[in-house]
Each structure stands twice: as C-alpha cells, then as structure tokens.
C-alpha cells in the first residue's frame, strides 16, 4: 500500500493510528493491523483504554 493511501486512511480513521517511538521512528499495534489485515474496508480504530492511554507517548529519554 503506498504511504500516501497510508496517511490518507489514518487521517479518516480507516487505517491505524502510528506511534511516535523515537525522533525519526513510529510503530502501530500488531493487534489494530491484524485487525485491519482481516476487514480492510470495515475496519475502525480500536478505542480500548491502554490504547488511549498511550496516544502520543515518548520514551523518558524521548521526551
């Protein structure tokens, strides 16, 4: 998938969201892309509590 369909879908809440883990590094959840591999025209973001919690989350030394 090209990355700008990638930036496209996140924005809409279609694909899931990264993580910023570093300055030049993101990551998503293995569970929210496993989810989205299943239904890719279906899927919406998870709203669970840990996932809330960590929006935006940078490592001590990160900070």
Known sequence: MPISTIYRRELAGRFPRRLRIGARAVAWYKSEVEEFIAN???YRPSN????????????????
């Open 40 to 42: 890719p025209m279906g």
């Open 48 to 63: 669970s509590p840990a996932r809330i919690e960590l929006r935006g989350y940078l490592p001590p030394s990160q900070a």
